[in-house]
């Protein structure tokens, strides 16, 4: 009787489904974290700013600070010299900097562009000095480029053999792209302009890198 028992309770007693329905089933898990999109656009944001943060860093040490001791050398001895402050006083005052006629052969521009920056112009005279030499200047100055005409009389201020400046006969000048002044002008304007834009990449580039902490 007692056998009978047991075999009617172990017919009756509840089976459990759970384990029943594991049997040959394979659980699923989450998606790894590197398939969330998501953290995928974050982190390709994140390298590409790394990697347009180191090179910018490397153009402006190459190409601005590395060479800027040498042009702020180079203005300092260019302005330490009295007669070098315009071409009139290039004319009346002894020192390193000279004055020579030239006769305008000709003017003309160019510009260069890309699809990422707007377009730049270059303006030029192409000059005939006192002693027939020809020579080729960039005016830093645009209203003065345009106030000049082909067969223009004008003087130009010598430092060595650089042409710093061109003066009209109206006596209005501009300075040339082999000023010391206007290069290094120009040496802390891009240093200035890159410096700003380091300073975005490497803010995003943290930014990125916090973000891709915080997601799972």
Sequence with gaps: ???????????????????DMSVGTTPQSDPPANQNPLRRAILFLFLSDCLFAAFGLVVLI??????????????????????????????????????????????????????????RYYYYLRLRGGYGDPHTVELKNVDTWWRTHDGDAVTMQRWGDAITAVQLPSGESSPTAQNPDWQLRNELSGTRTLSILEMVLIVFAALSGTALRILP
Excluded: W
């Design 62 to 119: 190459a190409f601005f600070l590395l060479p800027y001791h040498a042009i702020k050398a180079h203005a300092g001895a260019f302005d330490a010299a009295a007669n070098c402050v315009s071409v009139n006083a290039s004319e009346k005052l002894p020192g390193p900097c000279s004055v020579e006629g030239a006769n305008v052969i000709q003017r003309y521009y160019h510009s260069s562009s890309s699809r990422k920056t707007r377009s």
């Design 1 to 19: 009787m007692s056998r009978l028992t047991r075999l009617l309770g172990n017919f009756g007693a509840p089976t459990d489904v759970n384990n």
